[in-house]
């Protein structure tokens, strides 16, 4: 199957106002929490012993979270039309976390309006996406069985895990500050990102590439993680080597299948008689 990515020259102002969305999408991302970045790093021992902790795996994973988004939206800074698969990080990763955060975590009130808002502009902003409407539906490549066959492996496990980081979340009640900052959801959320990030990954989307990375490396982060970690939320020892190794064959595997299917896309030319 050949690439079906567009290469019709997109208007201007419509490439203006997707970027401007873009800008407003990250902005309600980081705008009043840009330390989220550095949480990849500050996660590991940020709380003394005894005095929060247990909060560290709960920043990890947002640091993580908070890079695969940022990576989504500056991929589309070139050539947006053929960024579907990040696209669709982006787009599916906004609307997971917020919808979950507004129903299940105690907000403050003055923080709805911006979770609301996150949500809106995430959707227009895939609706706005400068590829057709068939592209990003439509796979560039001969979707991955095996790519599929992973998914649904590590699928299992992970909603189990999201499913136990909302019992605990409701079972926590406002008197615990994990529940008042969301953290269980955040976990949550994380957790049911890995398969759909990875679904989209091996259907091959225009860009399929970033999807397949962003999968693999946040089961990898959190394996990393919780070795490094002792929290609630963290893996034991054995889940955490096996979401390492799962991580590492999700690239590997796609990153082969990319080059093979560079390799039937090449051009054959017939040798004169």
């Known amino acids: 199957m050949t690439d079906t990515t567009t290469t019709t020259r997109i208007p201007r102002w419509r490439l203006i106002t997707f970027w401007v969305l873009m800008v407003l999408l990250l902005f309600l991302h980081l705008g009043e929490r840009p330390e989220q970045l550095g949480f990849l ?4 021992g940020g709380y003394p012993e005894g005095a929060g902790a247990t909060h560290e795996i709960h920043m990890f994973a947002q640091g993580v979270l908070a890079w695969v988004i940022l990576a ?15 696209a669709w990080v982006y ?6 976390a917020f919808v979950m955060f507004l129903t299940l975590a105690d907000l403050p009130g003055e923080v709805v ?3 609301v808002a ?7 902003a895939f609706v706005a996406h400068p590829s057709s ?9 001969a979707p991955s069985r095996t790519l599929f066959v992973l998914v649904a492996v590590t699928a299992v496990p992970l909603v189990v895990y999201a499913l136990g980081q909302l019992d605990i979340h409701a079972s926590s009640g406002p008197h615990d500050e994990h529940y008042e900052f969301g953290h269980w959801v955040v976990m949550a959320v994380y957790a049911l ?3 759909l990030c990875g679904a989209v990954a091996a259907w091959k989307v225009s ?4 999807p397949l990375w962003a999968a693999g490396l946040m089961v990898a982060a959190l394996g990393i993680g919780s070795l490094g970690i002792t929290a609630v939320s963290q893996l034991s020892t054995v889940w955490a080597g096996l979401a390492i190794a799962w991580g590492a064959t999700f690239i590997s595997l796609g990153e082969l299948e990319a080059k093979r299917d560079g390799r039937v896309r090449q051009p054959v030319h017939a040798t004169p008689s």
Do not use: E, N
């Open 113 to 115: 309006p911006i979770v």
């Open 133 to 141: 409407w068939r592209a990003r539906f439509t796979p560039v490549a």
């Open 41 to 44: 790093f500050t996660a590991f």
């Open 118 to 124: 996150a949500i809106v502009i995430a959707v227009i």
């Open 91 to 96: 787009g599916v990763g906004t609307v997971l």
């Open 193 to 195: 990102l890995v398969p």
């Open 207 to 210: 860009g399929w590439r970033f």
């Open 72 to 86: 989504a939206v500056l991929a589309q800074l070139r050539r947006p039309a053929a960024q579907v698969g990040a």
